[in-house]
């Protein structure tokens, strides 16, 4: 089983994947599509691979890469991830490592709701007129 946390930002993210028991196998900045995503993450699908990220601009079209890729795919909305929130030292890669970390001690707040698949697709590709409303 491997544990990810991806900082998302625009252009490029900032990935952290560990193993169950806490030991580093991967770290580094990732260009911010769909093919590299797939290209970083990809080998670690088949013997588990559940990923936290942030709530944000990106996070529809992101979450459906992940999730047909075959990931497990947990978005937390960021002001309830305190360690990120109230961090001095905030950069991409502490907080991926963070977001990695709380996953796989089971210590993230509770979830975001994401909609489903069909809801999430119309959202990526039309975000003005979602399928849904939003209540935030």
Not at 100 to 125: D, I, T, Y
Request: hydrophobic share 40%; glycine share 6%; aromatic share 8%.
């Amino acid at each position: 089983m491997f544990y990810c946390g991806i900082d998302i930002a625009s252009k490029s993210s900032y990935l952290y994947v560990a193993t169950k028991s806490g030991r580093k196998v991967a770290s580094g900045e990732v260009e911010t599509t769909r093919e590299a995503f797939e290209s970083r993450l990809k080998r670690y699908v088949r013997d588990g691979l559940t990923i936290a990220i942030e709530a944000g601009n990106q996070t529809a079209w992101i979450y459906d890469a992940l999730v047909a890729m075959g990931a497990k795919v947990t978005v937390v909305n960021p002001t309830k991830v305190k360690l990120i929130a109230e961090s001095r030292c905030k950069t991409d890669k502490i907080d991926a490592k963070i977001l990695c970390e709380l996953l796989r001690l089971n210590a993230l707040p509770q979830p975001v709701h994401m909609p489903g698949e069909k809801a999430l697709s119309c959202f990526s590709r039309n975000w003005r007129n979602p399928p849904f409303e939003l209540h935030l």
